[in-house]
């Protein structure tokens, strides 16, 4: 009896041991297809490799300028950047689409034979056959892809277009589905690429072809009621003619200020009623489909003290609430133009939708290539590992931004309340000061070293680590918590020490003066120039509170700077703890946890606008603008805007 059970024993371990083998050899062979297929994936130039000169926006002014002699050669880099289909081939399109709609007579046979192959043979969205190096899914680019799509769908309804093997009627209609979408979330939810000096030229040049062009009552009128909250954003985040503030996407210019920050001539259109200048929006000053507004002229050039509050965008914790957490079109929408690919909760969509689309060969999303394993698919690994791992590609994440900005005559501050202390951020700015409209300074953790130009975050924009900010009026403070291998162990902060008219340092201090305007920088540990605008506070805990003042506020520099100094402060490094005390008011901070005020604990969820110009909750259902006697109504569903 003992015998045949230990028969049967062997037996069965052997069975067992035939089928480990038999099934590690399918894992290998699995695996080894799988890696065949990874490493034969081309990637496609995103950029030409010699500069392509494009002059749409120059024709497109002379035409409007009625010059006598028009050199169409000029659209020759154009239209070779668009059919070779590089990445911000949207942006040239713009212009090109306006040149077809108001001077198609004028356009002479062979080059308009040329346009008509070109646009004929593009690929519009990710969702058609082909492939390219093309970023499709940012916030600007997806209105951008979809007016174009719709315009130049309409342009050709019975043509049948080569990449898509769509009508033109056809396109238009998927066009249609995706703007209303697209607009729908503004209106909801806001920009979640807030207050970029950079994309909100995009947004705009994109709603204005749609304004002039589409001839439907619906987009058109949409469109306008989402431009206005743009130009809402524009109109209160701006400063005497130029626009720095937080925002969702900033690159390095975006962050130092100037006047030079004026959004493509936007902002003197909007205070001044100047022209805009030849470029994407040459058409703002050129339309008569689109009335700014005049209570947001009234908001530019308001002097008085004023806190605007506001939220923008959603959190990646809020999308499945909303029905955006699928892999549906508009879901994907929303993740994509957050930047939301590699997040735990996000990253099974994106691969899926990258399979779907056979999208391994786009340059961005290449290395999304190295986890197309079946085996981590059948096992639903990739949630677990991007959870695991944390790869910094999470921090490019754009999530709610709840902003705080301080206004008065002579400068402005301005903060993203408690925004994912400790993360890593790519293109975020989550605090910073104008002074004046000369420049601005700002604070940061580099995620790279100074000579590293090449990669985004960097040096001078986003954050290797992000801080734990909190503002109240003039004052705001933030602490950073650096952690982990390969990270620099300093802080750093934009300090352009030959604008100012003075300096003066001591220490953990550091104060500036520019005409009536001055500015306090306090750290938990001394403060060295690294250069003529660059001050490096060394550590891997540190503070940084900036408070703000003026000549009006403190009546001279001296006094300015003996208050500070004075202002009771401490840091507690052990349980990360600021405490600092200005003007009466006791402030506290604890990285990742509350922020105190006079001992009572402020809130930073904030409605959608809360501003003396407008109060309005999250996902409102009509909007009502008011300021020195002017107005704006809005209600999107019902498609009213009325003004005086």
Not at 544 to 560: M, P, Y
Request: charged share 25%; with cysteine.
């Amino acid at each position: 009896g003992n015998f045949g059970e230990i028969w049967v024993i062997k037996h069965d371990m052997k069975l067992l041991k035939r089928f480990f083998l038999l099934a590690a050899a399918v894992v290998t062979v699995i695996i080894v297809a799988d890696l065949i297929k990874i490493f034969s994936y081309k990637t496609y130039p995103a950029n030409p490799r010699d500069e392509i000169v494009t002059k749409q926006d120059e024709l497109y002014a002379e035409l409007i300028s009625g010059n006598d002699f028009i050199d169409w050669d000029k659209l020759n880099g154009t239209l070779q950047f668009i059919k070779n289909e590089y990445d911000v081939s949207d942006f040239k399109m713009v212009n090109l689409i306006r040149i077809l709609y108001e001077y198609r007579e004028f356009i002479p046979s062979e080059i308009k034979h040329r346009i008509d192959s070109v646009l004929l043979g593009f690929r519009y969205w990710m969702d058609e056959p082909n492939r390219n190096s093309i970023c499709y899914w940012s916030e600007n680019h997806q209105i951008l892809f979809f007016s174009a799509e719709y315009l130049i769908g309409k342009l050709y309804k019975k043509n049948v277009f080569s990449a898509s093997g769509l009508t033109g009627e056809e396109h238009v209609l998927k066009a249609r589905n995706r703007i209303l979408n697209w607009l729908e979330m503004r209106w909801l939810y806001g920009f979640t690429e807030f207050y970029s000096g950079t994309y909100y030229i995009e947004d705009v040049a994109a709603l204005l072809n749609l304004i002039d062009f589409s001839e439907d009552e619906e987009i058109t009128v949409k469109s306008r009621i989402v431009l206005d909250l743009l130009f809402y954003d524009i109109s209160t985040q701006s400063f005497r003619g130029t626009m720095t503030s937080v925002s969702g996407r900033a690159y390095e210019s975006n962050r130092k200020g100037g006047i030079h920050e004026d959004l493509g001539g936007i902002l003197p259109f909007l205070s001044e009623g100047r022209d805009t200048p030849v470029g994407m929006v040459y058409s703002l000053s050129r339309t008569n489909n689109y009335i700014v507004p005049p209570v947001f002229g009234e908001m530019v050039n308001d002097t008085s003290e004023i806190v605007i509050k506001q939220s923008n965008g959603l959190n990646i914790s809020e999308l499945k609430a909303e029905g955006l957490f699928g892999t549906d079109e508009k879901s994907i929408m929303m993740q994509w133009g957050m930047e939301a690919f590699t997040n735990p909760e996000i990253i099974n969509n994106s691969l899926r939708y990258i399979k779907k689309n056979n999208m391994f060969s786009n340059e961005f999303l290449k290395d999304f290539r190295y986890l197309n394993f079946t085996v981590f698919s059948a096992l639903n690994l990739y949630g677990k590992l991007s959870e695991k791992v944390n790869p910094s590609t999470n921090g490019k994440a754009i999530q709610r931004g709840n902003t705080y900005t301080y206004k008065t005559k002579d400068y402005s501050l301005y903060s993203v309340q408690n925004y994912h202390p400790g993360d890593y951020a790519d293109q975020h700015h989550v605090t910073g000061m104008n002074i004046g409209n000369e420049f601005s300074l700002f604070h940061l953790h580099p995620a790279r070293k100074p000579d590293d130009y090449a990669h985004s975050p960097n040096y001078w924009v986003g954050y290797g680590k992000l801080p734990h900010v909190a503002q109240h009026k003039n004052i705001s403070i933030g602490i950073y918590n650096i952690s982990g291998k390969n990270m620099l162990d300093f802080t750093h902060a934009y300090f352009p020490e030959e604008k100012f008219d003075s300096v003066f340092v001591s220490h953990n201090y550091l104060f500036g003066k520019k005409n009536d305007v001055y500015c306090a920088l306090i750290g938990s540990g001394d403060f060295e120039f690294e250069s003529s605008d660059d001050v490096i506070q060394h550590g891997r805990k540190s503070v940084w509170i900036i408070e703000a003042g003026s000549k009006t506020e403190d009546t001279s520099f001296e006094n300015f700077v003996r208050r500070i100094i004075s202002n009771p402060f401490s840091f507690d490094e052990e349980g990360m703890r600021v405490v600092y005390s200005s003007r009466n008011n006791d402030f506290e901070l604890t990285f990742s946890g509350e922020f105190k005020i006079n001992g009572e604990v402020a809130d930073f969820d904030y409605p959608r606008f809360d501003s003396p110009y407008i109060r309005a909750p999250r996902k409102p259902e009509t909007l009502n603008f008011e300021f020195n006697g002017k107005k704006l109504y809005l209600d999107f569903y019902n498609k009213r805007r009325e003004m005086n």
